[in-house]
């Protein structure tokens, strides 16, 4: 039984991970990155599965757990152009933070 847990949260880290990649593609045209880290996957793989609807509540977890709060972060300045947006788990909560892109030096 555990394994089939196991395997599926990885199946929902990986479906998480697609649905990511249209933030990502959003982000791309205001110039910004977005790097998610495998904590953050792991807690919108706990928020976004269901073991009725499996994970079906993944989309609205994305978007009430990184999308909308870190849209409001973007209208408050906190990030803008150029900048690299790392998503990160501390304590169960998704968490921002400004990175410093190496490739851009």
Do not use: C, W
Not at 85 to 91: K, P, Y
Request: overall charge negative.
């Amino acid at each position: 039984m555990g394994e089939l847990i196991d395997g599926t949260d990885e199946v929902t880290r990986h479906i998480a991970r697609i649905q990511l990649q249209y933030l990502e593609k959003r982000l791309a045209q205001m110039d910004m990155k977005l790097e998610v880290s495998d904590a953050a996957l792991a807690e919108l793989a706990k928020a976004g599965f269901d073991p009725i609807y499996g994970a079906r509540p993944l989309k609205r977890a994305i978007q009430q757990e990184i999308e909308n709060p870190l849209a409001k972060e973007i209208l408050s300045g906190r990030f803008g152009a150029k900048d690299v947006i790392r998503v990160d788990a501390e304590d169960g909560r998704i968490v921002f933070e400004n990175v410093i892109d190496a490739s851009a030096t």
